[in-house]
């Protein structure tokens, strides 16, 4: 979460010489609070489906939740307080955001609340039901609303361009859940939850990750070909000779321990990019 509104506060200043310290740090706050929020009810909503619970019994699966409920090393209580202390802090940084910088961002706080909270609780639950639409609210919880809701905060514009920049940072992070669900979708397949590994299989779900991650690549070279980015932020593509590498090694089935480590390449693959995009656009907006 810190790279979008890093991005999208660092584009405002590149192309309209705005930025505003103190705004950017409380939007910061409030994603932070929002991202901290949606991966405790994550865990808090898969511990009560019994989906984290199936992933500790499971020899084949690699468990990502925090094991504080499934280990039973802290209470469903406490744990659903701080979880709901995070979302307090969340929507006190979007309404005061609001406030000083327009009401439109009341959109942006509420869409990224509904996203983070139904996407593993009832009724919608759609992070288990398949069919794509987990990755398109990742695609837009960290990728679309941060960037632009960032950039609004600082310009209290939205142009094109800013949603245009969202999209690789939205890709690569959808990768990132994507491939996070090889780890344990056998455990999922068991306790219910459909997501696209479970209904494809690992070679379907392979195919669909590896053609992600270079349409994430693709989607650089594009927005530098169209001048949204710097030509100079092609230096990003040097981060798919690892990932890359990474796809190399796996086969038509895999042990969860392999798929731990494409989980690591794409993460690393993010970043850099991210780090790239960046510092390509302060340099932009420096000279």
Same mark, same amino acid.
């Given at each position: $979460?810190?790279l979008p509104i890093t991005m999208g ?7 309209? @010489? ?6 950017? %740090? ?5 994603? /932070? ?5 949606? #991966? ?7 511990? *009560? #489906? ?5 992933? !500790? ?15 039973? +090393?802290?209470? !469903? ?8 202390? /995070? ?12 406030? %000083?910088? @327009? =009401? ?10 509904? &996203? ?43 142009? $094109? ?5 969202? &999209? ?17 979708? *056998?455990?999922?397949?068991?306790? @219910? +939850? +459909? ?10 779900? %392979? &195919? ?6 270079? /349409? ?14 710097? =030509? ?27 798929? @731990? ?5 794409? /993460? ?18 420096? &000279?």
């Amino acid at each position: $979460m810190i790279l979008p509104i890093t991005m999208g506060s660092v584009a405002a200043y590149a192309w309209d @010489g705005t930025f505003h310290l103190f705004f950017f %740090l409380l939007t910061l706050i409030g994603a /932070l609070a929002a991202h901290l929020f949606s #991966n405790m009810i994550n865990d808090l909503w898969d511990f *009560r #489906n019994g989906v984290d619970t199936q992933a !500790e019994k499971s020899e084949e699966s690699i468990s990502t939740n925090s094991r504080l409920l499934a280990n039973g +090393k802290v209470g !469903e209580g406490p744990f659903a307080f701080v979880t709901w202390a /995070l979302f307090v802090i969340a929507f006190v940084s979007g309404l005061l955001l609001a406030i %000083l910088r @327009g =009401w439109e961002l009341l959109l942006f706080a509420i869409a990224g609340g509904l &996203i983070a909270y139904f996407y593993v609780a009832p009724p919608l639950k759609f992070g288990y039901r398949g069919k794509g639409y987990s990755e398109i609210a990742i695609f837009l919880a960290f990728g679309v609303l941060p960037i632009t809701g960032s950039y609004f905060v600082m310009t209290r514009s939205l142009p $094109m361009e800013a949603f245009l920049l969202s &999209i690789p940072i939205g890709l690569f992070t959808t990768l990132i859940l994507f491939n996070h669900h090889f780890l344990h979708w *056998r455990a999922d397949q068991e306790a @219910g +939850k +459909k997501t696209l590994v479970v209904l494809w299989g690992e070679k379907g779900g %392979l &195919i669909f990750s590896k053609s992600l991650a270079a /349409l994430a690549f693709l989607s650089i070279l594009c927005l530098s070909v169209i001048h949204v980015l710097p =030509w100079y932020a092609i230096v990003a593509l040097v981060a798919a000779i690892p990932l890359a590498s990474a796809y190399r090694k796996l086969g038509s089935t895999n042990k969860s321990s392999v798929y @731990g480590q494409l989980m690591g390449a794409s /993460l690393k693959a993010t970043t850099r990019t991210g780090i790239v995009i960046v510092v390509s656009l302060l340099i932009y907006g420096i &000279i």
